[in-house]
């Protein structure tokens, strides 16, 4: 069975200030750092080079790097260069991201996005495991060579809904979950990757549970942020279908419920984060990434009230 962790969100700031978290959360003694690539934003990928130079323990991770925008060659290109430089440490996540944002801002032709997530996983695990791949597909076309095999990556990708989640079960190193609720992890993710892998003949997969957390005593406060900072989710379809499943009807008005968020967001004060964070492991999870939210007037303590909360956490596991 795979170790249970609980990592954490390094994104926000500039480059500097985002290899210096990185470097933080080592000290602290968090297990792993995890960056996302969005848009024209920081590349995830290059701040882990960066950071891969400055730290020694500490894992780090992609959730996730979009699939459209970059050809799985670049993506196993990019990701040699952050495993020589961190042996062991490095996990690569990927995944379709969302159609409008890649449509509008790639001029990406979003179609068959489970098809073309399949493709991409492939090509990348096959270019890093056998150091060579030729694959023609109706999404893609690779053919190329690298020095050496990297076999120490993990390759994961990011699981919404069922189908999603089978996928992973069946080809990909992990599922990477975001603001899924946990009894819908349990539910419907676990036994979906757990029919993948049986299809493919393997053990199931390590569940990574994306979770937005914030320790604070008013869970107003904390509710008012985390709608502020995650409104586009309920609007999404493919999110709110989820929501939906989940048992939470009320997503179908675009906006979050405060029922909803409960179901989300690790909230509360200390011992309320750390049991809800042990809950979601206990019901299947491998891993959390925690997604530190600020509430209150003074987000700097705020901030390491939590990463505190989480550093703790993460020594008992």
Sequence with gaps: MAKQRIGVTAMGGDSKAVVARIQELERMGVSAAWL???????????LFAAAAARTERILLGTCITPTWPRHPIVTASQAQVVAQLSPGRFRLGVGPSHKAGMETMFGAHFRTALANLREYLTIVKTLLREGSVDFDGEHYHAHAKIEAPVRDVPVMASALRRRSFELCGEHADG?????????????VALPAMKEGARKAERDTPPLVAHVPVCVHDNLREVRAVAREQMVYYPKLPFYQQMFVDAGYPEAKEGAWSDRLLDAVVAMGKEEQVAGKLRELLAWGATEIIAMPITAGPQRDASMRRTLSCLAEVSKTL
Excluded: F
């Design 175 to 187: 599922a990477i979950s975001w603001v899924c609720p946990g009894h819908y992890l349990r539910e």
């Design 36 to 46: 996302t690539t969005g848009g024209a934003g920081l590349d995830g990928l290059t």
